[in-house]
């Protein structure tokens, strides 16, 4: 028998395909709340950024992947509607994480609110023009110049 | 999903398990035992394949009344 260390052809049904992929997404979903978990437990503990780092990078390496890829094409959420009212609450999840986060680290409350506050505002600003970017690139999606 | 059992019919009528017609349509058994227990919902594809095996067509496998 033929030893094959690598096969080029899949070697799964469509079936097991969509399994696989479900698994995968579930794994993506896993380690990034556990990479974005540890990260803000350093930040609390007040671990210098130097051992955490490379969680960071790789952790947002992760996210801007993910994010070019959904707006190349076309995507949003599957349950998340994309509207200024969702953007504003998910602005100040980000401003309250950021608040809470830094106010742990640091025990002062009051200066904790302005990194949170620009984190905020700085989040916001990102899903309005991702949003626009994407509803932009579905509508080209969704009428090509090739078509009739 | 409903259970899909004039595949199964067709299947027995062809006297051939499910691990023939899924060697025959490219698929693993599991595949084939899904979409008869209705868990599984198959590309069009994977239907049209079923169905020249079968020789039946769409409508005698995957149509509902």
Request: charged share 20%; hydrophobic share 45%.
């Amino acid at each position: 028998m033929k030893f094959s260390l690598y096969n080029k052809k899949n070697q799964l049904d469509e079936m097991q395909e969509q399994t696989m992929l479900s698994i995968e997404a579930r794994g993506f979903w896993l380690l990034w709340a556990g990479l974005l978990l540890a990260i803000l437990v350093q930040i609390v503990l007040r671990t210098p950024s130097s051992q955490w780092v490379g969680e960071f990078v790789v952790f947002m390496a992760g996210c801007i992947y993910t994010m070019i890829e959904c707006l190349r094409n076309g995507l949003w959420d599957r349950h998340i509607c994309a509207n200024t009212t969702t953007n504003v609450v998910g602005a100040l999840s980000a401003c309250v994480v950021v608040t809470v986060v830094i106010g742990l680290a640091y025990g002062s409350w009051l200066i904790a609110l302005i990194p949170g506050v620009i984190t905020g505002v700085l989040c916001f600003v990102l899903l309005q023009v991702c949003m626009h970017a994407a509803e932009k690139r579905r509508k080209e999606l969704d009428n090509p110049k090739d078509e009739e | 999903m409903p259970k899909n059992l004039k595949l199964k019919a067709a299947r027995a009528e062809k006297d051939m398990t499910q691990s023939a017609l899924a060697e025959a349509a490219g698929v693993s058994r599991q595949t084939i035992n899904a979409i008869e227990k209705g868990e599984y919902n198959p590309t069009i594809n994977l239907c049209r394949s079923i169905c020249k095996i079968l020789g039946k067509t769409l409508d005698d496998l995957f149509w509902e009344e």
